[in-house]
């Protein structure tokens, strides 16, 4: 499956920004979806998942309350809403998938997207 994201850009902090992951190529409704985030000199983190379904999600504690991960199998697309942004959430974003449980451990997704950069000034 090949994803591609896209949405990112600059925004203020306190502001909302929707970044999306489409993929093709598969069976979109069979995986399970993940973001993950990496900020200049920093290692890539967990953000967000959600399962094949769509009907669990879980969060990294530094996003919940403000992040929401969807998923549409209709449209083949992920998406993250991302609101009262904070300059610490500045980093490219990635969408990964992986075809078993939805996890937080990037070793656990095979495919990847490229990434986008996001950056939230102050």
């Known amino acids: 499956v090949q994803l591609e994201e896209s949405g990112g850009g600059l925004v203020q902090a306190g502001g909302s920004l929707r970044v999306s992951c489409a993929a093709s190529g598969g069976h979109f409704g069979s995986f399970s979806m993940a973001w993950f985030r990496q900020a200049p000199g920093k290692d890539r983190e967990f953000v967000a998942a959600?399962?094949?379904?769509?009907?669990?999600?879980f969060y990294a504690d530094s996003v919940k309350g403000r992040f929401i991960i969807s998923k549409d199998n209709s449209k083949n697309t992920l998406y993250l809403q991302m609101n009262n942004l904070k300059p610490e959430d500045t980093a490219v974003y990635s969408c990964?998938?992986?075809?078993?449980?939805?996890?937080?451990?990037?070793?656990?997704?095979?495919?990847w997207g490229q990434g986008t950069q996001v950056t939230v000034s102050s």
């Open positions: 959600i399962t094949w379904s769509g009907d669990n999600q």
């Open positions: 990964a998938a992986s075809l078993r449980r939805s996890t937080w451990v990037q070793d656990d997704y095979p495919y």
